[in-house]
């Protein structure tokens, strides 16, 4: 797959305020669109979706070594595309994709932290919903893998100010948007939807991304979820993830929305084990 980045050379950060058109987010390959529209199509079958992946090799390996990962347990080694569906099930299958169609466009500076944090959001997003017992949400995942990446594109535009973000978002525990409001005059969180308008991707995958930080105003289950599975994922990323921890208080509190009893939230919070090994077998 061809790698690409969203690099670009960075503008002056004496004016801190950075104004971003379109053109500024690099393109896609077009193949890249293609994987991402079948791996984030519902209706898509079986045959479709198989044929995509066997005319990728990298995508065929990957898939092969998900199915045969420690993770799914297989007591059989596998070894066609065919039997890793059978393992996997279509929804993985599409989720594998989408994350091989997208780890390259996190090639940065902080591009595998960022990286992780997306695919560690993204495999949440699916144990929440299995935690709420209902089915996989459409774009759910990819807007895992996704939420984030107007980061990646600050950090290629603004790299000072980004990083002096981040940092501070971190040690003060200060809303990131909000510094990069304060800062750049622009956030993350809308320059990743228009990244992904600009790569054509489903209008509500892009919504997802623009408003994971918003999830007061929305009562939308999908958008809940993915906020839940934001905060799961910075609690797995902290030193300590106990009850003690800061993290922990945040993830309880995007859990209440879901309204899960204090049980299941524990159940959840307990999986962060099988998580990590997922994500692990993903990389
Ligand atoms: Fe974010
Ligand atoms: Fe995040």
Redesign the pocket.
């Known amino acids: 797959m061809t790698s690409h980045d969203l690099t670009a050379p960075a503008l002056p950060e004496t004016d801190q305020r950075i104004h971003l058109s379109p053109r500024d987010i690099p393109p896609l390959p077009g193949a890249t669109v293609e994987l991402l529209g079948i791996a984030n199509d519902p209706t898509v079958c079986f045959s479709t979706l198989a044929q995509v992946v066997r005319r990728d090799q990298a995508l065929t390996l990957r898939m092969l070594s998900v199915a045969n990962s420690p993770y799914y347990g297989c007591s059989r080694r596998i070894d066609s595309i065919r039997g890793a569906v059978a393992v996997l099930g279509t929804r993985q299958v599409q989720n594998i994709a989408s994350a091989m169609a997208l780890s390259p466009a996190f090639e940065s500076p902080h591009g595998p932290q960022l990286w992780k ?2 695919l560690t ?1 993204a495999v949440w997003t699916t144990q929440v919903t299995r935690a709420l017992s209902i089915p996989p949400l459409d774009y759910v995942f990819t807007a895992g893998l996704l ?2 990446i107007g980061v990646v594109v600050l950090l290629s535009h603004a790299p000072q100010v980004e990083s002096a973000c981040l940092t501070e978002a971190h040690s003060s525990g200060r809303p990131l948007v909000e510094l990069e409001q304060d800062r750049l005059g622009t956030d993350h969180a809308s320059l990743g939807a228009r990244a992904c308008s600009s790569w054509k991707l489903p209008e509500r995958l892009a919504d997802l991304v623009g408003k ?1 930080h918003d999830v007061e105003q929305s009562s939308a289950l999908d958008h809940r979820v993915l906020h839940a599975a ?1 905060a799961l ?2 609690l797995c990323e902290d030193r300590d993830p106990g009850p003690a921890s800061l993290g922990w208080e945040a993830a309880l509190a995007t859990l209440e929305r879901l309204d899960l009893d204090e049980d299941e939230m524990l159940a959840l919070l307990g999986a962060r084990g099988d998580v990590l090994a997922e994500v692990d077998g993903f990389a």
């Open positions: 944090h997306g959001t939420h984030d994971h934001n994922a910075r």
